[in-house]
Every structure is written in structure tokens, then in C-alpha cells.
């Protein structure tokens, strides 16, 4: 905890007290949303938002479509940046007690600590191998031992170096579906993140394909604090270790997915969960 | 059954009936409308290129080895000389005929045609140099502009204009452009009549065709793309030069090189700006300096068509110049649209998803 922590606050270049980091206890969340409103010009998307994401643990945002539960995804990385209307009225996201909306941090440093892969799979029309270390090349590294090992061990971390490492040189796009989004976790573990945000990764994907993924997921989470969207609350109930439950840009419920499947709360949640709405 | 349904059914059949057989009348009538249009298109340009072909065919090849015209695609314009020698007729070039005289010690009576006689190379070199310069300053422009119009830009009163005027220029007639860059490069930048007046002034022409087809190939990216590469730590301009450009360079170079071959056939704006009618040395002979290269005058085949078909007097020695002169230049015009083809084909193959 403690070295990521410290890792994480070298990188994005804030002078916060090294003490801090000691201090805190083992249950410290890694990410920390506090009174946090956000809106695509004047239509606001998110209300009000509080919520701890521990470490080491998966997280899955559930709600019906429209919910904000992506929105508050793409906020953890600040991938809404790129979209011209959007504005953080109130609050702040917390990473590792850095503010990450600080005006000092570099939002293109952020994404390399906080990873996504995407609803879509969207690997570059470039081979494998180029597809893996895209975030290296970029970063200017050129060392092909340190190229090639890192293709091979986030290839075997996202469970495909088996089935790819024959033909590395091939086109991403030749893979099945359920490769390709392995391939993009692959590719978003090669800059060494310490989060991986995933926005309903499985959603396009056969049944054999997603549960290879949401394997992978439970292993990842030995070494990743992993977010994951969801519309399927069999899966949410499958892989996390605690859920959140959205409506209309507000955060209803968030709990250990045992509680919140099994007993929730709120009404609404139980609702949901049960399929009488949404 | 009451009788009341019988006679419902009656109506309706006799409806249908009738109304079928004048709608298939009108559909044939329409449809053999839409027939004889397209024929007609056809028809015109298959009686212009033939007709290109078959009378600038007679010029540019021949019926020997090497079965090509050497000396029109090779010589330069020239005044042709027609005379009798010793009971044989002779079609020459001035330069031929001075050292035909040469050994001859009787007068030669000749009549002669201007322009009619040698070939067209130095206007076959005049337009490639101009279509490669034109192409270069135009891409340059035209892309970096594209860039910033579909990746920078911020959506607003300011983007509107700039698009509208985008727009608004492509719709400029070609000699208004030959007076802006008369105006412009030649009087007020003093470059004169010069190679570089002209790149400046064809590349503003095709600038609006090449600016809307690079932003178009450029939107065509899907955003999945870019995501991706912001996700894993790129700036935006390392996200446009690794995942945007390169997908879409196929789509700019193509339209680009159509755009370019499209205003190299025009007159308008290189007869105030870059054309000469007549000019003995090639471009790149006689320079002083390198750099005297961009500021002299070439001669252009579309001028040169202008020049021998209205400037002359006519004859049928200058009309064999003309169809020779148009038959080139149209088969250099389809060799750059085709190569942008084939280009595009290659590059395809190479990025796609």
C-alpha cells in the first residue's frame, strides 16, 4: 500500500508528506469520491456522489443505462477531460489522498497509474506485439528486451500469451472478440497501472469469452484495484467484492455484493436487483 | 355470403387491376428515362475521348518502330516547315530544316506554319513540375489545417466561419483565382511570372478540396481509437501522429492526388501566374542559381492547348498539335487518378478495421 502510494504521489508530482502515507491504516481506500457533482453542460450527470474504493478489491457500478455509472468511471481517469462540455461542479476525487483534478497533475500521467479498457474492444490496427507496447513506444522506450518481456508478461497476465504468442506479428484485429478484450487489458497492464477501470468489458462478448474475462479478473485482483461497469448483475454478483448501485446520476446503495444481493437496503436497489425495473 | 361483400371485392380487384397497369406504364416510361440519361452521359464522353484518342493518336504514335512520335514527345514547339525538294514533299521542324538546308546549294521556297512543328516536351515537364510543387504545398496546408479542424478545434462561431469559407472558396471560379494570384505572388510578393506563383495559386485551388477530404478521413477514425491511446498515458498530439494519421493518410493521399490532377488541367490560373507560351530553354537549364528554378516561367500543355487552338492561325498542321497536346495531357491526368487508385488499394490492405 504504502509503496504504491508513494509511487503514485512521485509520479503525479505533489509534495504531500511522505508521513501521510505511513500513518494510514490497511483499510485506507485507494480512491476516495467525495460530495462529487458532474454535468455534460447544463444537464447534470452525476449528483452528490461519496463513495470509497478499496484497494485490492473489485468494485462493480450496477444501474440501469443512463445511471452515471460510466460517466463516474471516465471521471476516475479523467477521460471526461476530453469532452468539451463537461464540468466538475463540486467535489473532488481522491487518489491515494491526492487530489487528482489538482490543476498540478498530469492528466496523462493519471491514465498510466488508473488503466481502462473499453465497453468495445479497440485494439490499434497494428500486430500484437506493436498493440502491447503502444503506451512504451510512446513513452520513447526502445530497449527491445524490456519490449519483448513486457509483451510476454502482460500477455500471460491477461491469459493470452497461449493462445497469441506464435503469431505476434499478426494483425489485433484477427483475433476473436473475447481475444481482443484480452488483448486490451494486456495492453493496459503494460504501462504498469496500479487501477484498471473497465467499462463493461464483457458486454459484446459470447458466454465462453466472458467467463475467460471475469477469470481473469479474479486473478488480476491480486495485483490491480480493479472497477468494473456492469449491466449484468450476474456478473457483478460473479466477480466483485463490492457493488454500487446507480439511478438517475445518483448513488442509491454501496455495499459488499453479498449484502447488496442478498439483503439491500433500499428498496430501489431490491427493485432493480429482482428485475421489477430497469 | 351477403351481397354487399361481392360487390366490395368486385371493386377492389377491378382497382388493382386498372391501377397496376398504368403504374407499370409509368414505370416503364420512367425507368427508360433514366436509361436514355445515362446513355447520353456515356455517349458524350465516349465521343470525346474517342475522338481525342483517334485524331491525337495519329500524332503521338506511328506505325514503325519505335511506334512512338520521339520527336513530339521529346522536341519543343516549333515552327513547321512544308516544302518540295526535288519532286518530294517535306513536313519539318525549323531546327531540321536549317541543317537540311544546309547541304543544299539551291533555294528551298517553303511555307511555314507556326508552332505546328517539333513536339511538346517542355510543356509535359512544365505541368509535372507544377502539379508536384501545387501537390506538396497544398498537402501541407491542406492537412495540418484538417488537423486542427476536426481534432483541436472547439466547436463555436469561429469554426463555423472558417468552415463556411472553406466552402465558399471551393466554389471560386478558376480565373478569379488566376487574378488573385496574378494580384498576390506575381505584383505584390514580386515573384513575377514563376513556377512558385503558380504552386502557390493551383494549391489554393485545391486547398478547400483537400482540407474537407483529409477532416473527412480523419473523423472516420472511430473515437474507440483515440480513447484507447489517451487511456494509456498519450497526449493528444501523440494520439493524432500514432493512431489518427496513419489510418487515415490513405483517404487524405488519395483525394489529394484527385484534387491535384483536377486543377492541373485548368487554364485559368497559370496563364496570368506561371504559363509561358513559348520558351526555348527546359526548366532546369541555364540557372544561375538553384533557386532560379521557382522563379521562372514554364510552358503548361493545358496553355499550350489554349495557345495553339485560339492564339494561331488554324490549319491542319496546328490541329494535329492540338489533338497530339490533348491526348497527353488526358493520359497524364488518368495516370495520376489511377495511381491514387492503386495507392489507395495498397494502403487499405495495409490499415484496416
Known sequence: MSLVSLRLQKEIKMDTPAVDSQRVDRNRPLIRISDFDFSYGDKQALFDINMDIAEHKVTAFIGPSGCGKSTLLRCLNRMNDLIESARINRGKVEVNGVDIYDERVDATELRKRIGMVFQK???FPKSIYENVIYGLRIQGIKKKSQLDETVERCLKGAALWEEVKDRLDTSGLSLSGGQQQRLCIARAMAVGPEVLLMDEPCSALDPVATAKIEELIHELKN???????????????RVSDQTAFFYMGNLIEMNATDQIFMSPDKEQTEAYISGRFG | MSPSKTVVRESMEKSLFGKSTKSKVVERLVFALFRLSTYFVLLCAATIFVDIVYKGGKTVFRSEFPFLNVEFLSDS????????????????SDSKFRSFREGIDEPIVTETYAYSGGGIWPCIAGTLLLVAGAMIIAMTLGVLSAIFLSEYS?????????????????GVPSIVFGIFGMGMFVLAFGWNVSLIAGWFTLAFMVLPIIISASEESMRAIPQGMRDASFALGATQWTTIRTNVLPY??????????????RVAGETAPIMFTAAYALRDQL???????WYDLFFQGVMALPYHIYVVSAKIPQNEYTSRMQYGTA???????????????????RMRKKYRW
Not at chain 2, 526548366?283 to 542559381?289: D, I, T
Request: cysteine-free; glycine content about 6%.
Open chain 2, 283 to 289: 526548366p532546369w537549364e541555364g540557372l544561375e542559381r
Open chain 2, 327 to 345: 491526348f497527353v495531357f488526358l493520359f497524364i491526368i488518368a495516370a495520376i487518378a489511377l495511381s491514387s487508385i492503386l495507392l489507395r488499394i
Open chain 1, 223 to 237: 495485483d490491480y484495484t480493479i472497477v468494473i461497469v456492469t449491466h449484468n448483475m450476474q456478473q457483478a454478483a
Open chain 2, 154 to 170: 472547439r466547436p463555436g462561431k469561429i469554426l463555423n466561419a472558417v468552415r463556411l469559407s472553406i466552402l465558399n472558396l471551393a
Open chain 1, 121 to 123: 474492444s479497440n485494439p
Open chain 2, 248 to 261: 487515415a493518410m490513405p483517404g487524405i493521399l488519395t483525394s489529394s492526388i484527385i484534387g491535384v490532377a
Open chain 2, 77 to 92: 514547339p516549333q515552327t513547321l516547315h512544308v516544302f518540295e525538294h526535288q519532286g518530294r514533299k517535306y513536313e519539318m
